[in-house]
């Protein structure tokens, strides 16, 4: 098939990868975004589905915006092309391209449709507790993730899984599945199916201040925060003038008489207290610093129990 790629970040390369190594089909152009400023020297950086597209001698074109840009349009329309597949490219398609290509524009959704549609699926499955979640290869619509989907495949989220591992889990089964997609289209063998609309839930993008811990929930939520803002923008509290990050948990339900957000030294570590138990920091990273496990943050404390949170706020 002649295809086209848009995609940005890391979770769009094994899918990349794979239509690349398959040699089934051809990858004739990469839509990406632009180069951004990052880390402190604030250099242009290339999306890692650039560096790839280039290091296989792919042509990259990097809009800053698709909707009006003929110079897109005519370009897809030139290359003939079966259908356009897109992972994580970042912004929504014109209803005006939709219908360029033979086939479409093909997502790998990182969920199981009609669940999580929008930005975030996988930081909003974890947050919500969910056990399953998966991927989805649909037909992009003019809807937010609600076009009519090929194919679905599920996946367990162990309680000790975050954001990351399992959005690498995830992108590697998204690139497996998009070829066995593109593979039975081919050959007439997979029609794409209506979402239940009616069951639809959402996944808006991720906000700093969903970060910020409340230390009166119970301990699982809290460990759920700890695990589904991966890498960014984590679950954070107070440590005094500084914000404390913690970037691995586990979690106890136990009945205390502590004042929520205590934290105290134990035998193990740490334990923070909060509503109905306590939540296990494992690693954590006060602002400014390394990441430390909890043990060596234990060591640093001078006394066996401080407040975190806005009480410990000057």
Do not use: W
């Given at each position: 098939?002649?295809?086209?790629?848009?995609?940005?970040?890391?979770?769009?390369?094994?899918?990349?990868?794979?239509?690349?190594?398959?040699?089934?089909?051809?990858?004739?152009?990469?839509?990406?975004?632009?180069?951004?400023?990052?880390?402190?020297?604030?250099?242009?950086?290339?999306?890692?589905?650039?560096?790839?597209?280039?290091?296989?001698?792919?042509?990259?074109?990097?809009?800053?915006?698709?909707?009006?840009?003929?110079?897109?349009?005519?370009?897809?329309?030139?290359?003939?092309?079966?259908?356009?597949?897109?992972?994580?490219?970042?912004?929504?398609?014109?209803?005006?391209?939709?219908?360029?290509?033979?086939?479409?524009?093909?997502?790998?959704?990182?969920?199981?449709?009609?669940?999580?549609?929008?930005?975030?699926?996988?930081?909003?499955?974890?947050?919500?507790?969910?056990?399953?979640?998966?991927?989805?290869?649909?037909?992009?619509?003019?809807?937010?993730?609600?076009?009519?989907?090929?194919?679905?495949?599920?996946?367990?989220?162990?309680?000790?899984?975050?954001?990351?591992?399992?959005?690498?889990?995830?992108?590697?089964?998204?690139?497996?599945?998009?070829l066995e997609t593109l593979a039975r289209l081919e050959r007439g063998g997979i029609e794409a199916k209506p979402q239940d609309h009616d069951k639809a839930t959402y996944a808006p993008m991720l906000k700093k201040e969903e970060g910020k811990i409340d230390w009166g929930s119970d301990p699982r939520s809290i460990h759920n925060m700890v695990r589904g803002l991966l890498p960014w923008p984590c679950a954070y509290t107070f440590f005094g003038s500084k914000v404390l990050r913690i970037l691995k948990s586990t979690y106890r339900f136990e009945e205390h008489a502590l004042e929520f957000g205590t934290m105290s030294r134990t035998d193990g570590g740490l334990a923070i207290a909060c509503r109905q138990g306590f939540l296990l920091p494992q690693v954590l990273q006060v602002e400014g610093k390394k990441a430390v496990d909890a043990r060596a943050f234990s060591n640093g404390l001078r006394a066996s129990r401080v407040m975190l949170g806005d009480a410990a706020r000057p």
């Open positions: 098939m002649r295809l086209a790629f848009m995609g940005t970040p890391e979770f769009a390369l094994p899918s990349l990868e794979a239509l690349i190594e398959a040699g089934e089909h051809r990858v004739l152009s990469v839509v990406t975004q632009p180069d951004k400023p990052k880390g402190r020297g604030r250099h242009l950086m290339m999306p890692p589905v650039k560096e790839l597209a280039l290091d296989n001698g792919i042509p990259v074109v990097q809009p800053q915006t698709l909707k009006g840009n003929a110079e897109i349009a005519g370009m897809l329309r030139d290359l003939a092309l079966d259908a356009v597949i897109v992972v994580a490219y970042g912004k929504m398609i014109p209803d005006d391209m939709l219908a360029i290509p033979a086939h479409g524009f093909i997502n790998v959704h990182a969920s199981l449709l009609p669940a999580f549609r929008g930005a975030a699926p996988i930081n909003r499955a974890i947050l919500a507790g969910c056990a399953t979640t998966g991927v989805s290869i649909m037909q992009i619509d003019s809807g937010m993730d609600s076009g009519p989907v090929f194919l679905r495949s599920e996946v367990p989220i162990p309680e000790d899984d975050d954001a990351i591992g399992l959005s690498a889990r995830l992108s590697t089964l998204g690139a497996e599945k998009l």
